[in-house]
């Protein structure tokens, strides 16, 4: 089961909430694309090996970071922006059927926007989710 999702469409994240970043394009098996192109659909139940990143035209204070529907925020898995760099990070999560994940954008001073430029060549973001194998569950 995988699921490889991307974004070359410019995007810009406002106070106070900010937001998850929305993907056009993806393909993948046994994980499915959310109707607002903004989550993975999880199917199967395992321990998922999750690689995120994105390309910002800004700098701290901002962020990114696994957001997961039902849980929250993975306030551990949060990662840096640097301005002109597509920054990444892969974690391992285990996940439940139904379960979305996403990138969520956010800022540490909650007050100025982040942007992510149009990159017509490649991504501007991505978000890669692949089952790495079953996970005991409770």
């Given at each position: 089961?995988?699921?490889?999702?991307?974004?070359?469409?410019?995007?810009?994240?406002?106070?106070?909430?900010?937001?998850?970043?929305?993907?056009?394009?993806?393909?993948?098996?046994?994980?499915?694309?959310?109707?607002?192109?903004?989550?993975?659909?999880?199917?199967?139940?395992?321990?998922?090996?999750?690689?995120?990143?994105?390309?910002?035209?800004?700098?701290?204070?901002?962020?990114?970071?696994?957001?997961?529907?039902?849980?929250?925020y993975l306030?551990?898995?949060?990662?840096?922006?640097a301005?002109?760099?597509?920054?990444?990070?892969?974690?391992?999560?285990?996940?439940?059927?139904?379960?979305?994940v996403?990138?969520?954008?956010?800022?540490?001073?909650?007050?100025?926007?982040?942007?992510?430029?149009?990159?017509?060549?490649?991504?501007?973001?991505?978000?890669?989710?692949?089952?790495?194998?079953?996970?005991?569950?409770?």
């Open positions: 089961m995988y699921g490889n999702f991307s974004s070359s469409a410019a995007q810009t994240f406002y106070t106070p909430r900010y937001g998850s970043i929305t993907f056009d394009q993806f393909n993948g098996k046994g994980i499915t694309q959310s109707a607002n192109g903004q989550y993975a659909v999880i199917q199967t139940a395992g321990l998922y090996l999750i690689s995120f990143g994105a390309l910002s035209n800004t700098d701290l204070p901002h962020y990114i970071t696994i957001g997961i529907t039902p849980g929250g306030s551990w898995a949060r990662t840096p922006l301005n002109g760099v597509l920054v990444s990070r892969t974690i391992a999560v285990p996940l439940l059927p139904t379960f979305l996403g990138i969520h954008v956010d800022s540490a001073d909650n007050n100025t926007p982040v942007s992510l430029p149009a990159t017509p060549a490649y991504s501007n973001a991505f978000l890669t989710l692949t089952l790495a194998g079953p996970f005991p569950l409770p």
